[in-house]
């Protein structure tokens, strides 16, 4: 769903993306339920090497019916353990404390400027030094002038006196070195280049195209200005930006609209969906500012070793959005199905909590390690755009994983109580859908509570009723 939000974007890059990626993740879930059990049901024990230990409890387990081990530990054991406790005995200084670093984390997003990476940000290349060579003889956009399209017949004396004005203020502007026109065959079209001193992807090439537009072409041709069209790379970054600023509302309300349905229906709960969407917005607001305060600001850049640059790219925001959208998503489905489920069996939500967090804090953390060890790869790239996209990736699932999953979200279902699973009278119609299916688990006596003389006890629990001690061989 989060990255169905990229088709919103009228750019074959990015529906070309959202395509590719939506169809890698359903063969990725086939694989899933298909592949990998049949994988795991011809190497048997031999997947839990070396733990022999788990292998041997797991098989006398199945003999006595007797459970060796509880797969969430002893209440408040262990490091995620001790860090749910300490949570659910403070909340309210947990969810303050982590709302301060999130938000003082995201300020610097407020000073985001897009744009280009320009020949600054580049490695040093031959094709650098080439380009350094021509900028410094030639200008800088030589390789990209500012083309002007000029419609209107030149024999007409009105489009000939505009052509010739607009030409006369280009060679006299001191950003551009070398103006030429052309005119086509039928002398229906004029073409102007201007070479400009900066370079055509930098945001003083930026500048100068929205005073070209907003102030030159209509003071020259006046009424006629509708008929001068301006390209090339600086008009194309201009209008690439523009671009994602205006279908970035449509991206936004897609995914956040479908992602509130989806939880709402997954946990029967509005305030479950909201605090998600909002957590998620916090997480994705911390990447952006942490991501303008190294590589736009230059805060500790040379010490990770990046790159400062006077923009950042333009695409970064919009998939950077839709991408963590869905990975945090995915972390906070996995970490509140454990809640819910013990929820639907206890309907103690402090207990709940503090197992969910416990329970799925080590495989949550190991995931987003794995994560951020493969996006740290990308931000050692050469190339700025590759480690803006790598840094902001990697830092915000580490505080996503950390930060918003293990302190904020338990901080703030420890406050709300019973409320966190509220859903409307007139919603109840709703389905009674489940994240992991409708399971009816085989509950197993811990060996401390097995009835004396008779070791083989086992207990049937669940949705199925009341709870009945059963003989088992």
Known sequence: LALGGLLLMPINAFQGIGIAVGIT?????????????????????????????????????????????????????????????????????????????????????????????????????????????????????????????????????????????????????????????????????????????VDAYSGDAGDIVQAFRDEVVPDVFGQQADNVHLTGEAAFSVDFNSVLVDNLPAVLAFVLGLSFLLLMLAFRSVVVPLKAIAMNLLSVGAAYGATVAVFQHGWGADLLGLTQVESIVSWLPVMLFCILFGLSMDYHVFLLSRIRERYDQTHDNDASVAFGVQSTGRIITGAALIMVAIFAAFAGARLVDVQQMGFGLGFAVLVDATLIRMVLVPASMKLLGDRNWYLPRWLRWLPDLRVEGDLRPIRLHRRDEAFPGQPGIAFSAGNRGQVTPQAYE
């Not at 006595?64 to 749910?84: D, K, M, N, Q, S």
């Not at 610097?108 to 897009?114: E, G, V």
């Open 25 to 197: 993740v359903v063969v990725a879930v086939a694989a899933a339920l298909t592949l990998l059990p049949a994988l795991m049901r011809l190497i048997g024990d031999w997947a839990s090497i070396p733990r022999f230990g788990i292998i041997r409890k797991l098989r006398r387990q199945d003999r006595t019916g007797i459970a060796e081990f509880e797969g969430a530990g002893r209440p408040g054991e262990g490091l995620w353990g001790h860090v749910a406790s300490a949570v659910m005995r403070r909340p309210v200084v947990a969810l303050l404390a982590s709302v301060v670093i999130l938000v003082a984390l995201a300020l610097p997003a407020l000073t985001m400027r897009l744009g280009q990476s320009s020949s600054d940000t580049m490695p040093d290349t031959d094709f650098k030094r080439g380009y350094l060579v021509i900028a410094e003889d030639f200008g800088a956009g030589l390789a990209s002038p500012m083309t002007t399209v000029v419609e209107g017949d030149v024999s007409d004396p009105e489009t000939r006196a505009g052509i010739n004005r607009l030409v006369s203020s280009l060679e006299s502007d001191g950003r551009f070195t070398e103006v030429t026109t052309a005119t086509s065959d039928d002398g229906l079209l004029t073409r102007i280049d201007a070479v400009t001193q």
